[in-house]
């Protein structure tokens, strides 16, 4: 990997990416500007078309309280799709955690039987969790009280 890497930059490629990147993001810094001209022009030709319909005020008044709504509404789709997001990825933490204690529990699992202490150092974390467990069904809160 580093071998093509030191051939990318002695053959001028490394380069002549950099070169494609900035001007790409030239182009579309003046696509964007662009937009965003064309954008304010048409919320203007907008406001002149309210303006005749309406007086000037009730059209100002009416298209910053559309924006204000717009803006309202982005925020709460994002808050949405965020706290989706945040437990979506709290569930894959918690199943990457749970793997990778199952994986160092099957690897550490010959040492313990191998070792002096053998099996009486896997009865009493055992002897907990099913404690736990039990406990955790009994109570009828269902919820790990370690995570308060």
Request: hydrophobic share 55%; aromatic share 6%.
């Amino acid at each position: 990997m580093l071998a093509s890497l030191f051939a990318g930059l002695a053959s001028g490629q490394t380069a002549a990416a950099i070169s494609r990147a900035r001007s790409a993001a030239i182009a579309y810094s003046l696509v964007a500007l662009a937009t965003l001209c064309g954008t304010g022009f048409l919320i203007g030709a907008f406001y002149i078309w309210l303006a005749d319909r309406l007086n000037p005020l009730q059209a100002a008044l009416s298209i910053g309280g559309g924006f204000i709504l717009l803006a309202v509404i982005i925020l709460i789709v994002h808050k949405v799709v965020a706290g989706r997001r945040a437990r979506r990825q709290a569930r894959k933490r918690k199943s990457e955690l749970a793997a990778a204690g199952l994986a160092t529990a099957v690897a550490i699992l010959p040492t313990l039987l191998r070792s002096k202490i053998g099996l009486g150092a896997l009865i009493g974390p055992a002897l907990a969790l099913a404690a736990f467990a039990i406990y955790k069904e009994n109570s009828g809160s269902g919820s790990d009280p370690l995570d308060d």
